[in-house]
């Protein structure tokens, strides 16, 4: 059987392939049981992953980077997600939420003097954009930025931020002008330890226990206007061409789901007899194994599809969106058969399949919920909907510049 | 000095369970294939000491046409260079006849300088057979020592290693040339870097076949069957009680019941 990995990807990408799930299997499996079990962040796992270019492997190296190409962190995300979405969420936020952003819509200066300390670890960074009162509906944000001598002042409370308490650099977005919408929208990058802004963690969420979700506050807090990413009004724009970055990491991580459920599954289908014989040989079983693998070979494609379209300069919103949406619920329906596979014991924390249900849940709400993206495929298709170009666009993959 | 590490592509370990006798007796392995576990320390070690002493550093490997990625993957932790034999030199022979083949080609390989020192891991996880080095370092007439858990120096022609065996450890001094065996006490095995990972995927490697290598091996054995164990029907048993106590004596109980203990 020729598996996608031999006919979609490099040799590298084979490469990067072994070595992230071979350091998911010895550093993430381990630990993330227990992690997950007493809610806490496996700060153990940031040098491992800095030492190793997970935090900045996309970005070039002269940004202190490690210079691949976007199939790998797609493969990289992946194999993160096998063991626990919330060590793929890490690297989804403070790279594809934060320093590509930057390295989109950064200037020079910006590049050269945040870049370097992200991608070696140096500095780890969140991205808050959702709010009490305003997450599908982004144009609704109340964080206010009023510009005082050069600087801009702000205020408002972000909500349901991954990394927040474990972050010391935060892409903030905040209305400039109230009045306008989407249109009034800027963004922001703002230092833990400026006055004014604090921090806190979420407590009792159903899944993704190892990662940190938390809030943001900002009483007054001034930002140079330095640190002010892309243009004032561009906000939404950069917020949005973020979740073209992430989603892609959120659609290759549950694909990772999907193969750990398949793994799980087979091997104790195989085992776990009733009726007189091992499970896997009952044809309602072999049902829910089949699909998991149909959902999984579906879910590479599009992956692959949208990480292609990425190393080409292509613009792929559309793409990432279906790739997001479609792995994301099929990482729903492959961790739920999983624990139906294992029956009482699928629904026990001995066992990982139960830990990847309650996460999948997480990654049908963020980066887009399924409904929003329901719409967005539906506006396509009808022709309500299509991509301006940016003025800041992702520049394609490069090997001679970017290693 | 040089330092030739051996590596073996064997089937993921995950995956061992899954190959079929049929396969194994073709040696078409459905299964992902990966360098061998046990070779990875060895691997690690060869980095290692070039980085001590300066030494240049090979991998090899025999399997099949084009099975390259377990040599891949140790370029990518490192090592210098790579050369692939390609095992129908060996005419389907044994470990005698493997060692024989990896004998000549470290006899051929050039790496600039004399290889003085072949580091191998312990055993592959598919043939299981722990002698391929012992026949290595028989066929060169070099020195061998196996299961070692430190090189602590190299100096004046001679190596100084700790050796781990049943109950104990001892330190020993060999001349090189030397074959040595690792254990896994001895390092932990690096992930290759993504600037390894670039470098080993554009480097060809070389494979030697039947006319580079000056061969006549001789295979004093032949698989005459081959079987495949039931898997065990294993059962578990939790034991509940209120104190450790407790548990501990139903655990006891239940050993001495099977007449484990
Ligand atoms: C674990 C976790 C981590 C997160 N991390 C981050 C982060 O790092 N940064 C960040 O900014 N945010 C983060 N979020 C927030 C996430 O992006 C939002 O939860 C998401 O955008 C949805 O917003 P909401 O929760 O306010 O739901 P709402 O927008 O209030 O939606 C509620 C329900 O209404 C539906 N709905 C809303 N509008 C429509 C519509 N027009 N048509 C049809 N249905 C609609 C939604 O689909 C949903 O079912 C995180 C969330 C979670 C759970």
């Known amino acids: ?192 330890g400026w006055q004014g802004l604090t921090t806190g963690t979420l407590e009792g969420k159903m899944g993704v226990r190892a990662s940190n979700t938390g809030w943001i506050n900002m009483q007054d807090v001034r930002v140079p206007a330095g640190h002010r990413l892309g243009e004032e009004g561009e906000g939404f724009k950069i917020a949005m061409s973020c979740l073209d970055n992430a989603r892609f990491g959120v659609a290759a991580g549950s694909v990772g789901i999907i193969r750990a459920c398949i793994d799980e599954s087979v091997k104790y289908a195989l085992q776990r007899k009733s009726f007189g014989k091992p499970i896997a040989e009952h044809q309602l079983v072999q049902q829910m194994i ?17 990480g292609t379209l990425k190393n080409q300069g292509v613009r792929n919103t559309r793409e990432t969106s279906m790739a997001k949406w479609f792995c994301t619920e099929a990482a729903r329906r492959a961790a739920d058969n999983a624990v139906q596979v294992h029956g ?18 997480s990654a049908v709400i963020y980066e887009g919920t399924s409904q929003i993206h329901t719409l967005m495929q539906a506006a396509y298709t009808l022709g309500m909907r299509e991509d301006r170009p940016l003025r800041c666009p992702m520049p394609a993959y490069d090997p001679d510049t970017w290693q | 000095m040089n330092v030739a590490v051996l590596v073996k592509q064997t089937p993921d370990t995950a995956e061992l369970p899954k190959v079929t006798v049929a396969e194994a007796q073709s040696g078409e392995l459905q299964a992902t294939m990966v360098i061998n576990p046990w070779d990875e320390f060895a691997v690690e070690e060869a980095i290692d000491l070039s980085d001590r002493f300066g030494c240049e550093t090979v991998a090899i490997s025999m399997g099949r046409e084009g099975e390259t990625d377990a040599l891949k993957h140790a370029l990518a932790m490192g090592v210098d260079a790579a050369v692939h034999v390609d095992e129908r030199v060996i005419d389907g022979g044994d470990e005698w006849a493997t060692a024989e083949a990896l004998a000549a080609t470290l006899k051929m390989v050039d790496t600039g300088d004399q290889v003085e020192l072949v580091l191998a891991g312990k055993m592959s996880v598919d043939g299981n057979s722990s002698v391929i080095y012992a026949g290595v370092a028989c066929m ?122």
Not at chain 1, 71 to 87: P, Q, R
Not at chain 1, 290 to 298: E, N, S, V
Not at chain 2, 237 to 242: L, M
Request: aromatic content about 8%.
């Open chain 1, 1 to 192: 059987m020729a598996s996608s990995t031999d006919l979609l990807y490099s040799e590298e990408h084979n490469l990067v392939r072994k070595m992230a799930y071979d350091f998911t299997r010895n550093e993430v499996m381990p630990i993330i049981a227990e992690h997950d079990r007493n809610h806490t962040f496996p700060f153990e796992l940031l040098p491992k992953m800095a030492q190793l270019g997970f935090l900045g492997i996309c970005l070039p190296a002269c940004y202190g980077g490690a210079g691949m190409d976007f199939l790998s962190l797609g493969i990289v995300s992946e194999a993160l997600e096998y063991g626990d979405s919330s060590v793929r969420e890490t690297v989804a936020v403070h790279l594809a939420l934060h320093a590509l952003p930057i390295f989109q819509w950064g200037t020079d200066e910006q590049k050269e003097t945040f870049l370097p300390g992200l991608a070696c670890g140096d500095h780890i960074a969140c991205f808050g954009l959702t709010e009490p009162g305003a997450g599908s509906d982004v144009a609704g944000i109340q964080t206010r930025a009023v510009c005082e001598g050069g600087d801009y002042i702000l205020t408002g409370e972000k909500m349901w931020i991954t990394l927040a308490d474990v972050a010391d650099r935060f892409l903030v977005f905040a209305k400039t002008q109230l009045d306008q919408g989407a249109r009034g929208i800027s963004a922001f990058i703002l230092e833990r």
């Open chain 1, 290 to 306: 089949a699909q998991m693998q149909q959902d999984l070979d579906i879910g590479e494609l599009l992956v692959w599809k949208a």
């Open chain 1, 344 to 361: 009482a014991y699928g629904y026990s924390d001995e066992y990982n399949v139960e830990r990847h249900l309650r996460n999948t849940k």
């Open chain 2, 140 to 261: 060169l007439g070099w020195d061998l020592l196996v299961n070692v858990t430190r090189i602590v120096d190299i100096v004046d022609g001679k190596l100084i290693a700790e050796q781990a065996f049943e109950g104990g450890q001892e330190t020993v001094e060999v001349p090189l040339p030397v074959v040595i065996s690792v254990a896994k006490e001895i390092n932990e095995p690096r992930y290759p870097s993504f600037m390894g990972i670039r470098k080993a995927s554009r480097v060809t490697i070389p494979t030697l076949g039947s006319d580079d290598l000056e061969i006549r091996p001789s295979s004093t054995t032949r698989w005459t069957d081959l079987d495949k164990p039931e898997p065990e029907d294993v059962q578990v048993r939790i034991f509940d009680g209120a104190s450790v106590e407790e548990k501990v004596t139903q655990l006891a109980d239940a050993l001495m019941a099977e007449k484990v203990i």
